[in-house]
């Protein structure tokens, strides 16, 4: 098993090298190929559109991770993953968009942003439903993941900014103006509303995820920035304004693509199947090593406290009393029982998590269960559930 781990922890660095160099082609080729579209010296729009095509590389690259993971979970979380894949392809078409834009042979009326912004609407609402449904799947349930509540407050938010005052821009008309604004204010209340859910996902999934969720995270909220960063900075500051002419304005969109890519790395290693316990690993390492594979740690708190009332009294270096191993056993069959049946995100079989543990360790299970039925007490089966496998 290891050294599948390591071909596959190697196969993803390599793919995210080639997405890497993939996208320095693209840059290379789009600032110095000559074009009849570029006026000498205008290397600012050849920056913008070697941006655009980084960014639909990078998109299309943090899809692919996400759409690779799914046989390693849930028909829930699969959900999950499609609809946010699908929000970050919408988001690389966005960028394919501007950049047909520029090659338009014609120069194209304000009112063609309406329907751009409109594919990166539809992306950011991928996202957001994507993030709703994981969420949810942990049993998240708040304002953030009503979708009513969020949608309708986007709406209210659109409508709002159609009326504050705001400074007339040159050759672009009122009606124009708002449309634009409103779309963003509604892009922008969205994309909270992702982020807020994302965070409380940090908060309460299980290790296994956290560094995941960390990268995931850190590309929402750089995404939300950019949200509020692009009209506005474009609104304030001139065309003529190195910020603005040069393209260096896009860098947020940049960055949250390469966070978005590094997050889907993580949640793919984190499918990656854990090594083996050492052979001189406890009871209790066996126990807390299948307890941390749960998504949700609050839903197996019941069992580990009682593996609390057995640690409280431990004595560094000293033996378990028998009464004390078959605690640990009991324990480690809710916590299975759990996993096999009630995890919520990824699937688990029997074999497959006491394929992880010591021999010593599985024969002690077996040895333990055995008893229990030759007892007459019930056995650590699905039917059962976790409390009856509290008695095995």
Known sequence: MGGANLSMKTSVKILIGCFVVATIAFAVIMLLVPSRLFAP???????GIAMELAMFTLELGASWFFLSSLKNFK?????AYVSLAVGI???????????VAVFSPVALPAIAAVPILLSYLLSILGIYI???KFGRLLSIRNIWTSAWFVIIAAFIGAFIITLLPHPQLPHVSEAVFDAQFALITWITIVSLASLVVSVRIRKIVGQAYVPAMNWLVAALAVELFTNVHEPISKLLLPGTNWYIATGASGWPFLAFSILFVKAGQMFKQATIEEPKLSENATYLDGVMYVAQLASNPAAINP?????RGVTAFMKPGSELAADDKAKLLDAYGEVEVYLTT???LRKFS????RS????????????????????????NDSENGPTAAATV
Do not use: S
């Open 303 to 307: 069992i580990l406290d009682k593996v």
């Open 41 to 47: 010296g205008t290397y600012n729009v050849r920056l």
């Open 75 to 79: 028909t829930g979380l699969r959900v």
């Open 350 to 353: 029997e074999a497959d998590l």
């Open 130 to 132: 994507g993030m709703r």
């Open 342 to 344: 009630k995890e919520p």
């Open 356 to 379: 992880r543990l010591t021999y010593d360790f599985q024969q002690a299970i077996k040895a333990h269960q055995k008893a229990g039925r030759e007892t007459g007490r019930p056995r």
């Open 89 to 99: 392809v919408l988001l690389g078409l966005f960028e394919v968009a501007n950049v």
